[in-house]
Structure formats: C-alpha cells, structure tokens
C-alpha cells in the first residue's frame, strides 16, 4: 500500500490544483463556439459560452473571472470547505433530521472534487461525457448537495437546501438521481453505490473501447464514488471490487472515508480487518492519505497518482473525523445522523471561526465556484463540436452512440423477435429466452449483459459477442461470477450511464433473494435493467427446495415499479422482450423455465402487453361457465383442463396473466372483458405461492399453487406431488361451478 | 501465506494419521462406561460401549478391531478416497442429475475429516459436543452422503444413495438438516455454509467460555467447513469471514476448495482476486496445500497447523481438480453438475483402477471405517461422564448448559414479558421490544443477538450483558457491523448449533432485502430465528423511500413457514415475543415502529397467539355493520375510526391481524368468529403494500395501504400524504356500507 505522508505545510505555496486536472495538454481543443449536435444526452441545452475550463493555466488564455477563481489559496480552499460543512450543519439543523457526520469529516474530497478535478457542466447534469460522482455512503447527501448548489446546479439552489428532507422537496434524505438532476444513483442502503460506480466504470470502458478512434477520445470521463466504513462492511462491495479488479477498472476511484465510527460506536467493535489488504488481494491500486481532514495536497496527489494507475481501479482509503469541527461530538457516533443542536452548531461556528448565519455562502466562495457554469459550458460545447466532427468521420459509430446516449431505439428493432406457432417444438422458456437476446443483441446497440455464473443454465450467452474482459471491453457478455447482488447494483449503474445501455441479469429466480436490495433501487430508480430468472418454479426438478421459488413471484408483484413477467411459451417470452426492452423507466423479471413447454394457440405479444388476456373461450356474450387462469408453464395446464370441461359440454374460458401490474394499468372495460365480474367461477393455477391469488379468483374462487417449501425430485414428480395437473384443475372447476 | 510442500511421499511410511486428532493427551479420561446423563443433546440413544477413540496410540490399549483399522496404510486410504468418488459418481449416474465434480476432487479432504479428524458419534448425530462439518459448497452433497454413509451414519444407508434425489427421500439435491441427521444446517445457496459455520464457531467460542472450568472443557469442538469458489465470490462470505477474523475463531477451519472451474468455465473469466490475500486481510491464517488430490499428508499437516493457531479461524486454500479420476472430463465444467455418462463412468473406473461395481464399498474399507461406530460411542460416554462430574460440581451452570443442549425452556420464562395497560405512556414498539429482549435474556439462558450496526436504533442491546468479543467471548450482544446478509446466516448457524441457542437479529426492516436469502433459509432449514425489524414502514418519515418498506410485509407473508408479526403496541409486543420464542422450529419477524405508538384497550397476548382477533365490537349476534382491520401502527387508525363510526351509530368490529399465518392455523369455527363470512363490508389499513389484503376484505372490500414507494418527509406528514388517516377509513367504511 502507497501511503501519502506528505504534510499538508509543505504544499502550502503552491496555488496550482490545477496541477492535477482530468485532461491533460496533449488533447488539441477547439475554442470557438460551435452549434450543439441536435441530439440529447442534452436533456438541458447549455447557454452557448466561450468560456472553457483550461487543463493548464498555461495553455490558453483564460477570462478574468476564471483567472481570479482559479487562483485558490489555502485559506480560500479551507472557506469553501467550512461553506460544505455549514450548509450540510445548517440543513440538518433545520430539517432536525439527517447526517451532518460525513459532510463534516469529507468536505475536503468533496471540495477537491468538484472544485479541482471533475469536468462536468453544471446546466446540463446529463452531459454524456461529464465525470460520474456517486455517493455510496448516501446518507451524508447533504455533501453532495451541497457541492450542487456551490458548483450551480438549478436542481440544489438555496431553497432547496432549506427544504432538506421535507415533503416535495428536491434534496430527500438520501440521494435519489429521479429527484435531484445531477445525482447519477439513488443510495442509502449501503454498497449499493459503489458497486453502481463499478457499473459505471464498466460503461465507460465499453463504450470507449467500441467508440474511441485513435483520433477521437470520445468517450472518457473518470468515476468517483466515497464510501464509508459500513459500505466497506456489506458483501455487496466486495463482489463489486472483486468485479472491478478482475476488469482491470483504471478511471474507477473510490475513496474510502476511513473515520472509524460508524453507528454502534468505535468500528473497533466489529470492523477490524485490513482493507487496504483486502483491497490488494482484489487487484486494486491503494493509497492511504493519512490527514483527510485538511491535507489539501494529499488529496491532489492521491488523486494524481491514482490516475497515472491505468490497469487498476484505485481504492483511496482517506482518514477524517467524522463530524470534523465540532468540538463536543466529532469523531463520535453521534455526530453520525442526528442534528448537532442549536448549541452544539453554535460552538462549531465558534471552534472553525464561522461567523456567517444559516446557509451563508461567502462571496469570495461564491464567486470561487461560479466558473463552473461557463467552464462546463465550454467542455460541453468542446465535446460537441468533437462529435460534430467525429459524425462526419464515423457516421455509423455516431449513430450507434448517439442511440446509446439518447434512448431512441432503432426503428423496428421489435421486428427481430423471434416468432412462434403451435406447431413450433416445444422448448424451455428459458431457451426461448436465449433466441430473444440473441435477436435484440443484433438490433440494440446498447444492449448487454450476462449471468451469475450461470451462463449455461440461464441460456443468456450473446453468440455473436466475446466476453467483456480487461483486454476486451469491446465486447457485449458480461460474466458476473457468483455474484448476484453487486450484479443487480452493476446494472443499475450500467443504465443509469447512459439511458440507451440496456443491460440485462440473469440468475436462478430463487437467487433474486441474493440481490433483492438492488432490484429494489432498479424499481426505484427507475432503472430499466432487464432481469433474466430462469428455473422458476419446482419445475427445476432435483435441485430441490433451496433452488426453488415459491413466493418470488408473489414478492415482486407486491413491488411497486416493476414489471413481474411470466410468459407461458415462445410468442409470450418474445412479447415480454418487448416490453422489457420498451420500458426503459421501469425494471422487468422475467420468470422463464427450465422445464420444455409447448407453443399454445391464442398467445400473442398484444395479449402480453395488456398483462391479462385470454386465450381460448367456447362461451358467448362474455359468461363463461368458468374462467382458469394461469401464468407460465402452468397455462398449458389451464388450457388443458379448458379443453377437458369443454368436452363436457362447459362454456370455459382460458386466461393468461403474464403480467399483473400491466393488466391493472388496463381500461376496466377491458379488465371487465377479460374476467367479467358476474363470473365469480374461477380457478388459477401458478406452480408457486397462492398468496395474491384472491384478487383474481375473488372469494368464491380456488386458487391451485405451492405454498410449501418444494422437494427434491424429478419435475414430473413434484408436479404430480403438488397437485399441479390437469385434474386438479378440472376437479376444482367442477367443484365451484 | 504459509505453504505446505512437503510431499506425500516422505510421509508414506507413518501410519499415524492419529497425530492430529482433535484431543490432546493432556486431558484425563476415564474408560469406564457410565450412565449417560438423562437430558438430550441425545435425541437417539448411544449404545453403551467401553470402545473409545483414542488421542494416540500410546495413551492406552484398544480393541483389535480399532486397532486394526488405524493402522491406515495410504493404499488404504486411496482406496477410501476412491470409495467416496464412486459413489459420488454412481448416485448421480443413477440419478441422472447432481454434481460429481466436487466430491471427486475434494473425497481426500474429506476422507481426513471424517476417518482421521474429526469427533463425531454416528449413532447419535446430535451428541452434543461433537465436531460440525458444513458443506457450504452443497452442490457436492454427494461427498457428505459417501462420508455418513461409510461413517455408519443410519441416515444414509445404501438405499439412501440408490435414491439420491428421487421423492421422499433422505439424501435430497443439497444437504438438507431437517431431511438427514448428520447434516448440520441446510446448505446450497452459496456463501450460506460459511457463514452458518461462522455462528457455529461463534456458539461454540460462546459456550465455551461460559460453561468450562479449569478442571472442566467441557465444551470443546472444531467447525469444519468446504466452501469453493462459488462461496467464495459471494458477498455474505467475505462478510461472515471478516467477522470470523474479528472475533478471533481459532476453532474454525475453512477448506477452500480451489480448483478453478465453476459452471461458467475457469474461474480466470470472473475470479482473479488473490483469495489468500483477502483472507490475510481478514484476520486470518492461510495455509496453501497445493496438492489436494493425493497430498494427504499435506492436508494432514496443514490441519495441524490450523489448530495450533487459536486465535484466528484457518483457511486452507486446497488445490484440488475437480472430476479428479475422470479421464475426458476433469478440470472442465462439465463435470461441475451433470452425470458423468455411463461411458465416461466406464472410463473413470479404467483410469482410477476401481473393479468395483455400482455402489460397492469394499471390504477392507468398510472394516476400516467400521470403528467409527464404537469410536464414536465412547466419546459420546466419555463426555457424558464427564458432564456427569461437572453436573456435581457446578449444578447451576449443567443446569443452564442442559437447557441450552436441549429446548426445555424454564418453567414460567414467559412470565418475564412486560406488561402494558391503556394508561403505560406511548412508546415505539421499538422501545417495547427492548423492553422484552431484556425481560427475556434474564430468564432464557440461551438467548443472545444484535444488529447489524442499528443497536441504538432498533434498540437491542441487552443491558446486562456486555459484547460478545474476541477477549470476552461469554458475553451476549453480538455486533455485526453492517452485515445484515451475514447475520441472518451466522444466526442460523447458532441455532443449529443448540436448539436451545434463541439467537435474534436486528436491522431497519427494509434492510430484510439485504438478507432474504439467509431469512429464506432460516424458514426452511426450521431455525427459529427471532427477526428484529424495526423502522416498518414510512412511519420512519425523513429518511425516504430507500429506506421505506413497502412491499416486504407482503413479500414475507408469501414465505412458507415463518411468522410474519406487526404488532401495535406494547401487549401485542410482548405476545409477539412469547409466539417467536416458543416457535422454535420457525423463523418470526418482528417488524416493530419507530413512532410512537399508544398502547390499545382489547389488545391481548392471547389474541396474538390466534394471530388475528377482536380488539373491540358493539355489534351483536356476530353480525357487525363493518369490520374494520389493522396492523401494527394503523391498529390505532383503525380502532379510532371504530369509535368514530360508533358515534354515528353503526356497528363496528375492529379486528388486529398482527400474524396472518397463526391467524390461518385456526380452527374455521374461530376464524369465522373474527371475520363472519356474510359481512362483506370490510376496510383494512396498513402501511405498506395491499397486495394480498383481498383474501381478508373480501371483493366487496377496502384496502387502504401504499402502493407506491414512501418518500422523505416527516412521519405525520406522509401518513396525511398517502391517505393513512382515520378520516380515510371512515370514508371507506360509508362508501360500502
């Protein structure tokens, strides 16, 4: 491990952070304004600007506003910082709620950051090639928001700051990138965000590795993530650095705010491992500054020296005192997420010489940060007039990376799924799977994923595509290892990159309890991650209970925001491709079999789409005798069982609820016409928890499912077992109608 | 990283694998059977037996028969080793299903651990002092079936093997320890094992320290584990392992079955972390045996070596081949989970030299591993004389040792709950909740737990206890760091470990999505686990929707066997405990609330126990104008909407459902008590998903509940937000009654 022992006194005369900027001087840079491209990653226009923000002070000529800024002496350096550490204290105090800790101990980085090192434009948060900030330890988002306001972002201004945590406002308790433009991942629930900043990563080295030309570094921007003790603590993390290393990450730097406390006390109580060595093994570059607090210079050449590593994501583990300042609660747990109180932020002014009132930014400060806006105007403006240039070079390169940056899907990319008819063989649905992958693949520039090292089991291999790996980021198969949850949270940070990244994930379903807290932040953060869960029922067969889902499907559809899918053949799995890949706001499971299914007459990809449809009815004027639903391999039972009560001389209608939260998106006139409310006749059949069931069969209804852990044996055998047959059904339906 | 080189050869001549057997010399034993004492730890009774197993040859005469056996020579011991690749390899040929991969690479650790290691009495596979061993790696169950099997285990006879997966049988796709005595916890999901064996340590280390005497160890045994790379790349792993190193777990040794290949490939596409340094950074003792296939001495030595270091779990990194003996298919995946073929089993027997038939234990290894029996036997009546002695000598603590070794709980232990009236001032059930564990620790000598980093906010601690600890390992709040995923796991394992160990476990019930899959396992692997969940809902207020439940009451209502409990208030709290105590066979989650909640007239320890009842009616006959249903915090809500419709002159039931699974267990007469079929006018209120709630309104029903995420704001605001009021209730109750 590097350990930065230099003092903080001897940089104190050196005014050139700038020493340190992200581009360096060999990149030729145009200064003249120039039309913006006319597509998006440009959600805000930025105002044209000739203003730039400069690599060295000696390589242009520079504007007197960004002269005078850009001449930052420690002291102005040391109230920038103390600005961060009060309005994240004043914050707090007003809300009476929050985490003043971290800000507080991290406002050094956090002002290195984005004051120094970062390029990103202020007035537009989604400019494509802007460096990624993700803060994995959310719950000191008051830093964050924070370095926003300062660096002029509309989405923090003052007022927001005074709304810290209040009902409708845009600075919640924990950063949420669908509230706050200028937040790329919502965090909190800890790890989640530095192994989104992997995925992050990850984006960029693909994207570079297929877009950059030897004249053209169009793609090419760092990540930066601060993480605290407790995200260094979650499994989570370490699958994602694991990930990180083995790809060789170099533009991936993490700081790790090494303050020792965390909310049960001292980390002593149940953290004492090495990191630094933990982080070796896991192929990392690290660096310790030992004086976060205020060594300046440290920081800078961390930094530095993290990006001169090309071939290794760099851990820098950085010491502070949480809840730097105050004199009575500093390093203790209580400065960790509570207010300070009116006498103790008192006697934190006093002890940092602050003699401001509430959510004062200083002018000096002000003016300090306020070059932020024109210097990112113009990085953007440079960017664009570089891919102005590039169009014309590699128009097809552009236009794939422009329908990566934007969201607009090629049209007719849906025209590549595959179709299906009844007399199709029948195939795992799981299988089926794979051939849709394989056609959106060729049709989707940002298309990509892998599995948990179940490539073969969950069918998900792109067979036109190699390996994503350290010496080929190139390519489209990412191979996640055993590691489900940073998967999840990998994903998310791949598509929260850039909106036409589509990445999908594919796992046993049962394994969906392994990453669940990341699918929960795709619903959340509206994050599209497609979800590929196969072996979805008992239906696996000898596994056995530990490998077979019961309540899965249940649990995901009392999760708002997502999309839970379980088609029952070829043309079903094709249309919830489609709507997995159209809802780009929303995540999608799809639960698809290991077991062989039939292709049934009446599916279709519009019946998908509705969620709720039917498939085969022998009954006029919308009263059926009987309405059977069911959902994946288990419609086939239902429409077997139909065809058996027909023979009887039953009016029996089949239904297929592929998707419930589409079906109650529905009209209620077509709900009505799917299951009229007079037929209260009504048997499901779903080879997993009956537990929701109700809503659909209503209360004179009978719902045939598994609500026991399941067994091992053969998938003909449990079936029977459970009672998941033709009979079943037909016995139930006599019973009630 | 030590590594072990010493090659087998120099070894060849020592027939004295007894050298590093668990006991040492230096511990007196006497010879003479005894009466064994009368509480269990013993559920099958030993055959008394004057055989013993000896800590070395020298110390005092053995019969002939287990003379003979130790004379192991290595010809022997390929031949065990074969032994167990064959029947690994023909259970799964039979089967046609399973993973003979890892049996046939790691049969010569095994055959160390169970013929030369381990203590272990075959007869009475829950003898109380016994070495544990976890397959976390449960895919090769094959291998710990082979090893009870030749151990003399009755619950793995040969037609065991013969139905290897197939129904109704005992040796199921992944050990299963509710299926097959022998089999310590239920393991498959990967990363589980280890950290379930992390607890059994931990129980262990505990007891331990509580229970001997300087003239008395009468605790004392090692946990054994196999994890492989799967294991190792999850993150619960690298947690469950930092706490081992933490606590310093000198008893635990950990084989690291590292042979390159997992389902993907080798593991060079996903796993290239250097998994010896982690481990050193963990805090643990490494040790490299580089032949695993034929380096018996190796594994020998190196297990030694682990023991003698007693104040840091082990890792012994064991190269090994997987399929070892397969001649086409070693060292590839496709060994890894599928039959080997009949012509590829051909082969293998060619190549290892095995003349044998399918299933065929030879004889010469099944006189040799024939001791086991008598062995096993007289260590279990070695130790029981030796608690016998104990017991005269220190009654009070055998006293607590047997309710710890057995389930009896003392009498009268629930009288020890607080009790709570309308007039004890509001509290959070938070609060209340620690009010029980305490009341509870004082009278439940095998009760222990804690948080994963939360204790000051799920209120956990045990006040009159300090912290469990590496120098004060008697003691009994466990600080987990934050490692919710890992603290489910080693809470199972510390449950497994005694059934009279009651280990609970705290976190922000949100949080649940961090660990389902240990919560999972807990349900299905009986460990009744007590979940402390508190922070239930947005009732949390500032903290927003990452930290909100939503859908998670749901989702663990959908889980088979574990109780999901919300209660309202301090009586119902106090009943939830005395429900998750005694249910010891079955997991509880506790979800408990911030707020502050007043305690309700009509609540009742008894009620919670019928999991759903009558707090409070005017109506007669059983025929009330509505009934309005809570849980949890809207209890209140609801029982305030009750009195207001009682104002207006209705008649109004108002009914807790605080645990819906004890609520279905009744009787059909009891539950149309509560919820009379022909009242049809029914209103819920909940805070979190409704998903579900129509199986208890009804189709003529409401739910009130949120269906959407929370959002940040103060508490009372978001209750006023989502609509959570008693004016909404009362609204829904007119609209359809």
Redesign the interface.
């Known amino acids: 491990m590097a350990s930065l022992t230099t003092s903080q006194a001897s940089f104190v005369a050196r005014p050139s952070p700038k020493r340190i900027s992200p581009r360096s001087t060999d990149q030729q840079v145009s200064l003249s304004p120039r039309d913006l491209p006319s597509f998006s990653g440009l959600r805000a226009f930025t105002r044209s600007s000739t203003h730039r923000r400069l690599p060295t002070r000696a390589l242009a000529p520079i504007s007197a506003t960004v002269r005078a800024s850009a001449a930052t002496d420690v002291a102005l350096v040391d109230k920038s910082v103390n600005t961060i550490r009060f309005l994240a204290i004043d914050a707090v105090e007003k ?1 009476k ?2 985490h003043p800790g971290l800000p507080m101990g991290c406002a050094p980085m956090g002002h290195v950051l984005f004051d120094e090192v970062m390029k990103y434009n202020p007035k537009n948060p989604y400019w494509f090639n802007r460096d990624r900030f993700i803060l994995s330890a ?1 719950h000191g988002c008051m830093l964050q928001y924070a370095l926003l306001h300062l660096a002029g972002y509309d989405s923090v201004r003052e007022e927001d700051l005074k709304s810290f ?5 845009r600075t ?3 950063p ?1 990138n669908f509230e706050t433009p200028g937040v790329e991942v ?6 989640q965000g530095i192994a989104n900043a992997v995925g992050l990563a990850l984006a960029e080295k693909h994207l570079a590795a297929r877009f950059n030309k030897p004249d053209f570094e169009i793609v090419d921007h760092y990540t930066y993530a601060i993480l605290g ?3 260094q ?7 994602a650095c ?2 990180a ?2 790809w060789g990450l170099g533009k991936l730097i993490a700081f790790y705010d090494d303050n020792h406390i ?3 006390g001292d ?1 002593e ?15 990392w570059h690290v660096i310790w500054v030992k004086n976060g607090n205020t060594g300046y210079d440290e920081i800078r050449a961390a930094i530095k020296e993290a990006k001169a590593v090309k071939d290794k994501p760099t851990l820098i583990k950085i010491t502070t005192t949480i809840g730097f300042g105050s004199p009575n609660k500093a390093n203790s ?1 209580s400065v960790h997420g509570s207010a300070l109180g009116e006498k103790e932020v008192d006697a934190t002014r006093k002890n940092l010489g602050w003699p401001y009132g509430p959510f004062h930014v200083p002018e000096d400060v002000k003016s300090h940060w306020g070059r932020h806006i024109p210097e990112g105007a113009a990085l953007e403006t440079e960017w664009n007039a570089k891919f102005a240039d590039y169009e014309k070079k590699y128009p097809q390169e552009a236009a794939e990376l422009k329908s990566i940056v934007t969201v607009n899907l090629p049209t007719g990319w849906e025209k590549s799924l595959p179709t299906y008819t009844p007399e199709s063989p029948a195939d795992a649905t799981r299988n089926l799977s794979q051939q849709c992958l394989n056609a959106l693949a060729k049709v989707l520039p940002g298309f990509l994923g892998g ?1 948990a ?5 969950n069918m998900t291999l792109l067979k036109m595509f190699g ?1 994503f ?1 350290k010496s080929a980021p190139e390519e489209r198969n990412l ?8 998967m999840g949270a990998i994903c998310n940070g791949i598509t929260c990159h850039s909106p036409g990244l589509i990445p999908y994930c594919a796992t046993f379903f ?2 969906t ?2 990453m ?2 990341a699918i ?2 795709s ?2 953060s509206q994050a599209g991650v497609i979800y590929v869960m196969t072996h979805d029922s008992i239906g696996l ?7 077979q889902p ?2 899965h499907v ?2 995901f ?5 997502i999309l839970m899918l379980r088609p029952a053949d070829g043309t079903e799995t094709a249309g919830a491709y489609k709507v997995a890949v159209e809802n780009r706001k929303r995540p999608s499971i799809l639960a698809l079999s290991r077991q062989k299914l039939p292709h049934l007459p009446g599916t279709s990809i519009e019946g998908v789409e509705k969620g709720g449809y039917v498939i085969s009815d022998n009954s006029t004027g919308n009263k059926p005798d009987i309405i059977l639903m069911g959902t994946g391999s288990e419609l086939e039972i239902a429409a077997k069982a139909g065809e058996k009560l027909r023979e009887e001389g039953r009016a029996v209608r089949v239904v297929s609820l592929v998707s419930w939260e589409l079906f109650d998106e529905q009209s209620e006139e077509y709900k009505e016409s799917v299951l009229p409310s007079e037929v209260s006749a009504r048997v499901s059949i779903e080879a997993g ?1 009956t ?2 069931w ?2 659909m069969v ?2 004179k209804g009978k719902a045939i499912g598994v ?3 399941g ?4 998938a003909d ?2 079936y029977k ?1 459970f009672g998941l047959t033709v009979d079943a059904v037909v016995a139930a339906a006599k019973d009630i109608c």
């Open positions: 809300a709620s929050g959310g945590r209040q009902w409708g406002s919640p308790g924990h949420e919502t965090t909190g629930p800890l790890g003790d407790g995200c603590m979650e499994g989570i993390a370490n699958e694991s990930l290393g083995h965390s909310i049960d980390t109580i149940a953290f004492t491992e090495n990191v630094g060595t933990r982080f070796e093994g896991l192929g747990y599995s090292d179940l490539a073969s089991s390996d790996q191979r996640f290892g055993v590691r489900e949850h940073s049962v394994f309890d392994y669940r807290a929960r932040l619903a959340l067969g000898e596994d056995g209970p530990t490998h019961i309540e249940a649990s559809r009392a999760m708002p925001n928890s537990f929701g109700e809503k209503g209360s609500d026991s852990f067994a091992s044996a053969p055998v449990l077992k």
